[in-house]
């Protein structure tokens, strides 16, 4: 492999891997991730899934990351097919491929790992002796630009219902019964979607006009109802080369519910439910002292809400920092008591600091319900420039339902306030370093936002334009998304299954990992639209509140609506109490799907 970038993604063999007898196992699990090894190892619900299976006696997992196109090259020279990393086996040898979907530009990913796997990428050119190709993760939230690459979808958390339906799948390699009927058996879990069970037909507009059950089978959401013992990994695996994120990580708590209309992460996982802190610090022990790492990450969607932090982050500190190891904290709120835990808890100061204000004015905060004010900024900047940080990186979107000219204005104000803080502390300014990063606004499926347009290109363009003309300075850094990767990922993240030609044409035409600047072709996706004459403006524009939306049929826990009274309440500038300490808000998580919130000491 002397041609080949970076070969140690492809040779497995990490401290702590996992080789068991390919020939004692009963059940075969190749674990996709379409994306490089490097951001592919750094996700812990593969993680998670790799040593659950393989716990099991009977099972097998085995990992496998989307080549590099110097890679895929090789393998095609060779003749050559994608092999798992642990027992080198060609992965349409496999009873099983889970695909980890995570990003909506990671589509084309699929089919190519698929092809150089030996699978047809349809599912209805499959043979019976292919692999069974499924999917999780985010995306499957809506599914449906997929759906006619794969046989089932597990919709929700997975760390419950998958060894029982690997077991359902074993029993049934002994029958000699067909995949329809293996596929009939699967759907009547919790958590699987099968979508040739459902037939979608179309308005002459283009809408859907209904999406029918074949089987009488509404898929639901699987959750993990008491997450204190949910299962976690004993044993962190350690790589040979640099990873994204190269650390013990370790999720404290699932669910968030302080409610920001757009994040799709705080809707789906909902409700909160935190591990004890004694169980975490226990975990912690065994995976550091089989790992040799020295830092280690309290994760979570919002970590500095979990209700017993201080005391975690005190016996942690004390257990670990004496090692050598520090502790740390993947996101912190804006206010002071954040900066606090981030001052006596993490002692390298060299690093940055990141505020998601998300929006320029508060008017706009309130209409994304994030109930943050400016002067929530300015003490939490003090606080952080008085503590010893010169680094401070600000998040904030553009594009949000309702925004004017002056919040854009706002944006650049609040990065000009900041930095004038900041000087206050750092009048050298030698290392001072104010970073804004601005994102685009995709609207996502199961939020209050679902029904909104999305900005086009040309908008997005204009706005960015702006800032960079505003946000100028020594200390001042501007970042901002590709507006077409933007646009893309809002075509396909509101998708129907009309999009499976469109992904296909384009991957074709040669479109692959087009979530990497260096690799997306725009013109290639553009080119695939007209050939399957699809208008992709079709996809970003607002829904009213009677369409049937492509993943109206599935059931997430939400109801309707609770997620069309946050819409109208985003009209009203009105916020929404988070429900971890105030009243319920309807949402129906969980009466639906008969979970509840599972707060330490309460």
Known sequence: MGNVSKPGRYTGGEYNIQTKDWDQADIRVALAFPDIYEIGLSHMGLRILYELINDHPKMLAERVYAPWPDFQALLRSKNALLMSLENKRDLNEFDVVGFSLQYELSYTNVLTMLKLGGIPIYTSERAEHDPLVIGGGPCVFNPEPLADFFDFFLIGEAEEILPEILEQIRKWKLTGQTKAELLRQLEKNSGVYVPAHFQVSYEPDG???????????????????????????????????????????????????????????????????ERPAAAILESLKGLLSTTGYEELSLTSLSSADYSRIEELLTEACGCFTPQGINVSLPSLRIDSFSIDLAKRFQSNRKGSLTFAPEAGTERLRRVINKGVTRENLVTASHAAFKAGWQKLKLYFMIGLPTETQEDLEGIADLAFEVLKIGRQYHPKGNALRITVSV????????????????????????????????????????????????????????G????????????????????????????????????????PSFYIRGRNYDEVLPWSH?????????????????????????????????CGVCSTLHVSKKIEGN
């Open 207 to 273: 809408r859907i006009q209904r999406i029918a059950p074949l089987t009488g089978a509404q898929p639901e959401r699987a959750v993990v109802r008491d997450y204190s013992g949910a299962f976690f990994p004993k044993r962190w695996l350690v790589p040979y080369l640099d990873i994204v994120h190269d650390r013990v990580a370790y999720e404290i708590q699932r669910g968030c519910t302080k409610g920001c209309r757009f994040c799709q992460a705080g809707m789906i996982y909902r409700p909160v439910r």
């Open 439 to 494: 994102s685009t606004f995709v609207p996502k499926a199961n939020t209050p936002f679902q029904w909104r347009e999305q900005i086009s290109i040309a908008e997005t363009i204009r706005k960015q334009q702006f800032l960079q003309e505003r946000i100028r300075g020594r200390q001042l850094e501007l970042n901002w998304h590709d507006p077409l990767m933007s646009h893309l990922e809002g075509i396909l993240t509101r």
């Open 496 to 535: 129907d299954r009309r999009l499976a030609k469109v992904i296909e044409t384009a991957w074709l035409k040669g479109a692959q990992f087009d979530g990497w600047s260096d690799q997306f072709q725009f013109e290639l996706w553009m080119d695939a639209f007209r050939q399957e004459g699809i208008d």
């Open 554 to 586: 599935l059931n997430t826990g939400l109801s309707k609506d609770f997620l069309r009274l946050e819409n109208e309440r985003a009209n009203q500038e009105v916020l929404t109490s988070d429900c971890r300490t105030d009243s319920c808000t309807s």
